[in-house]
C-alpha cells in the first residue's frame, strides 16, 4: 500500500530564504506526483505536477524534482515571502487517477 | 480557469439527519472525487465517479454514498450523520483524457459539524 511522508512536519523561517520540503513515497509505481498549498480552511490549489517520465518542473519561484527510483521528490521556494505561509502537500497518483496524499509541511516565513 | 464550486461552505447538522454535499464543476471534466480532511489523518478517499451514473469507493466510504446523475455534479450523502463525521469535506475533478495535464482541481471545502 503506497504511503506519502512529509518532512517536516513545520517549518519556520526568516523572508528571503531559500527553503526545501521533502516528500517521500513508499512504492515507485506512480503516474504523476503533485504538490498542493493549501491556505487555512481553504481548499487545496495545485502549484506543480511532474510525470513519472519528467525529472523535474518550475514556476515562478518553485520548483519541484522527483527521483522516482528512490521515491523522493523536493519543493524548493526561493526568495520566500510572507505570502507563501501556507501548508504544503504532496500527492501521488496511480493509473487510476487516485491521489495519496502526505500529511503535509506547515510554513511560516516571518517578516 | 477551471472552477469548482460546492454547495457550503460551513454546515451544522444533528446526529441522524441525512445530509447532502453537492459539487459542481465547469470544465466537463469525467473524473470527480470526494476527499475528507482531519487534523493528524491527512485527506483521506472517500468515493470517486469516472462517469454519470459510475462510483467507486475509496478508502473509507462506510457511512457514506454518492450520486452522479449529471456530468458536472457529484453528491455525497451521509444517510445518517454521525459525530465522527465531523470534518472538513473536500470536492476535486479531474480530465483523464489527457495525461499529461491531468491536475486535481478543488473546490473550497465544506466544514461539517455533527452535534
Known amino acids: 500500500k503506497q504511503e506519502v511522508t512529509q518532512i517536516p512536519a513545520a517549518l519556520s523561517v526568516p523572508e528571503g530564504e531559500n527553503l526545501v520540503l521533502n516528500c517521500s513515497f513508499t512504492d515507485s509505481a506512480i503516474y504523476n506526483l503533485q504538490w498542493f498549498r493549501q491556505d487555512p480552511g481553504k481548499g487545496l490549489t495545485s502549484l506543480l505536477l511532474i510525470q513519472s517520465s519528467q525529472r523535474e518542473q518550475t514556476s515562478g519561484r518553485l520548483n519541484a524534482s522527483l527521483d522516482k527510483s528512490s521515491g523522493r521528490s523536493t519543493l524548493y521556494i526561493a526568495a520566500s515571502q510572507p505570502g507563501d505561509s501556507a501548508t504544503y502537500l504532496c500527492?501521488?497518483?496511480?493509473?487510476?487517477?487516485?491521489?495519496?496524499f502526505g500529511s503535509g509541511t506547515r510554513l511560516l516565513v516571518r517578516p | 480557469d477551471v472552477k469548482v464550486t460546492q454547495s457550503s461552505r460551513y454546515l451544522v447538522k444533528r446526529t441522524g439527519e441525512k445530509v447532502f454535499l453537492e459539487c459542481v464543476q465547469d470544465?466537463?471534466?469525467?473524473?470527480m472525487f470526494w476527499y475528507r480532511q482531519d487534523p493528524g489523518l491527512g485527506l483521506r478517499l472517500i468515493y470517486f465517479s469516472y462517469d454519470v451514473k459510475m462510483k467507486e469507493k475509496g478508502d473509507i466510504p462506510e457511512g457514506y454514498s454518492v450520486s452522479r446523475e449529471k456530468k458536472e455534479r457529484f453528491s455525497l450523502i451521509l444517510e445518517s450523520a454521525s459525530t465522527n463525521q465531523t470534518s472538513m469535506y473536500l470536492c476535486a475533478s479531474t480530465n483523464p483524457r489527457d495525461r499529461f495535464s491531468d491536475t486535481q482541481y478543488f473546490g473550497p471545502g465544506t466544514r461539517l459539524t455533527v452535534l
Open positions: 470544465m466537463d471534466h469525467e473524473n
Open positions: 500527492a501521488v497518483s496511480d493509473s487510476s487517477y487516485k491521489l495519496i
